[in-house]
């Protein structure tokens, strides 16, 4: 993503959050982006595609330290599990997305709300796979049951804490408190064998591991150009080793975890930070389906 976008976005979630998003305009956008229409069709096709946006990456953001977190750590281990849950809520916090997203849910624009409930489905997918790390794969016919449960447990104690409560939220104390309901939860399901949503509810999203492996390579070989006029030694030796580990037959996690999460590390704060967390979401996706077949 280049730096005139990304002024775009900024400038439209400003106005989002400050006017709503209904009452904000693609005009309004312009004027205070000193930008033409042009310019902003260039990057969006509307003003909901640029909301969209907004939110994507946001969520990109989240996938991507929840991996990193992750990473050289035991994924049965619930304390891991509750810090990945709570870098969803830090980051929609840090963003200020929560206006947005309560503007989009009380809206009437299909295309919208089809869009956040896309990404809710994501989000309850990944909370059940990473239920079978915690519990076992005994726990994977009810996983997707407890998850829907267990998040929308900590919806609902958010919801009222913010709204009822003088205090400020404490997201570790929420987080844990609701896990440590989990565990019976759990527990209940898997002794009385009981499932109430089907396994194809939750079937995976149609990419393979060759089609994104192919995918990544072709981003990875576009970013090592931009980086290479830019002469940066260690980034292009980061694009330069996982280029080359991609293309084994069988890449080695581990080690695409490590580079990965020292890549995004060494790029914080470059012209070209923005660009290589896209590409490394992407790495993270694939390392996802490669352990998931494993």
């Given at each position: 993503?280049?730096?005139?976008?990304?002024?775009?976005?900024?400038?439209?979630?400003?106005?989002?959050?400050?006017?709503?998003?209904?009452?904000?305009?693609?005009?309004d956008i312009l004027e205070v982006a000193k930008i033409s229409?042009?310019?902003?069709?260039?990057?969006?096709?509307?003003?909901?595609?640029?909301?969209?946006?907004?939110?994507?990456?946001?969520?990109?953001?989240?996938?991507?330290?929840?991996?990193?977190?992750?990473?050289?750590?035991?994924?049965?281990?619930?304390?891991?599990?509750?810090?990945?849950?709570?870098?969803?809520?830090?980051?929609?916090?840090?963003?200020?997305?929560?206006?947005?997203?309560?503007?989009?849910?009380?809206?009437?624009?299909?295309?919208?709300?089809?869009?956040?409930?896309?990404?809710?489905?994501?989000?309850?997918?990944?909370?059940?796979?990473?239920?079978?790390?915690?519990?076992?794969?005994?726990?994977?016919?009810?996983?997707?049951?407890?998850?829907?449960?267990?998040?929308?447990?900590?919806?609902?104690?958010?919801?009222?804490?913010?709204?009822?409560?003088?205090?400020?939220?404490?997201?570790?104390?929420?987080?844990?408190?609701?896990?440590?309901?989990?565990?019976?939860?759990?527990?209940?399901?898997?002794?009385?064998?009981?499932?109430?949503?089907?396994?194809?509810?939750?079937?995976?999203?149609?990419?393979?591991?060759?089609?994104?492996?192919?995918?990544?390579?072709?981003?990875?070989?576009?970013?090592?150009?931009?980086?290479?006029?830019?002469?940066?030694?260690?980034?292009?030796?980061?694009?330069?080793?996982?280029?080359?580990?991609?293309?084994?037959?069988?890449?080695?996690?581990v080690l695409l975890e490590a580079v990965g999460r020292s890549?995004?590390?060494?790029?914080?704060?470059?012209?070209?930070?923005?660009?290589?967390?896209?590409?490394?979401?992407?790495?993270?996706?694939?390392?996802?389906?490669?352990?998931?077949?494993?």
């Open positions: 993503m280049n730096d005139r976008k990304r002024k775009v976005m900024l400038t439209a979630k400003k106005l989002f959050i400050e006017k709503g998003f209904t009452s904000t305009s693609v005009q229409k042009g310019t902003f069709y260039n990057y969006f096709t509307s003003k909901n595609e640029c909301l969209m946006a907004i939110l994507e990456d946001a969520h990109n953001e989240s996938i991507i330290r929840r991996h990193e977190l992750l990473a050289g750590r035991d994924k049965r281990d619930k304390n891991v599990l509750a810090e990945q849950i709570i870098v969803r809520m830090q980051v929609n916090r840090e963003l200020n997305l929560l206006p947005i997203y309560e503007a989009v849910f009380y809206s009437n624009d299909e295309e919208l709300r089809n869009f956040v409930k896309t990404t809710h489905i994501n989000e309850l997918k990944w909370f059940a796979g990473r239920l079978v790390d915690v519990f076992g794969e005994a726990a994977e016919p009810h996983s997707f049951d407890c998850s829907v449960m267990t998040l929308g447990m900590i919806q609902q104690l958010r919801h009222f804490w913010t709204t009822g409560s003088s205090k400020e939220l404490d997201i570790q104390k929420l987080v844990h408190f609701t896990l440590r309901r989990m565990d019976a939860l759990m527990a209940d399901l898997m002794e009385q064998k009981e499932v109430l949503l089907e396994k194809q509810m939750i079937a995976a999203l149609g990419i393979s591991s060759k089609e994104l492996k192919e995918k990544i390579q072709v981003e990875f070989i576009a970013l090592k150009k931009k980086l290479e006029q830019g002469a940066d030694e260690n980034s292009l030796a980061y694009t330069d080793f996982l280029l080359t580990e991609l293309q084994a037959e069988n890449p080695r996690v890549f995004r590390e060494a790029s914080n704060g470059t012209k070209l930070s923005d660009r290589v967390n896209e590409v490394l979401y992407l790495l993270w996706k694939y390392i996802d389906i490669i352990k998931t077949s494993s």
